[in-house]
């Protein structure tokens, strides 16, 4: 059974960080691509960011939070990463981890003051 649990939410002051992570079980992690995915509040998803199989070589991410989000993996550990720099108000979400058709059941990010 595909697994995915993501921890690392919480409140963050505006201009702040956090680290998401997502721990996935079920299925040969390395062998798939992974995605983050979130939605804030009365809003539809937006993708924000996607790390490639096996090293993770290739990273894409929204234009609104390149160069602010880092995605990364670590097949060792079967968890992927989204490193959260310079948060803004507007990142205020529920964030997703994804592969393919399995979620899993998110985490909150609010930033705030």
């Known amino acids: 059974e595909v697994q995915l649990v993501e921890s690392g939410g919480g409140l963050v002051q505006p201009g702040g960080s956090l680290r998401l992570s997502c721990a996935a079980s079920g299925f040969t992690f390395g062998t798939y691509a992974m995605s983050w995915v979130r939605q804030a509040p009365g809003k539809g998803l937006e993708w924000v960011a996607r790390?490639?199989?096996?090293?993770?070589?290739?990273?894409n991410y929204a234009d609104s939070v390149k160069g602010r989000f880092t995605i990364a993996r670590d097949n060792a550990k079967n968890t992927v990463y989204l490193q959260m720099n310079s948060l803004k108000p507007e990142d205020t979400a529920v964030y997703y981890c994804k592969r393919r058709i399995y979620w899993g059941q998110g985490t909150q990010v609010t930033v705030s003051s």
């Open positions: 790390i490639s199989r096996d090293g993770g070589g290739i990273t």
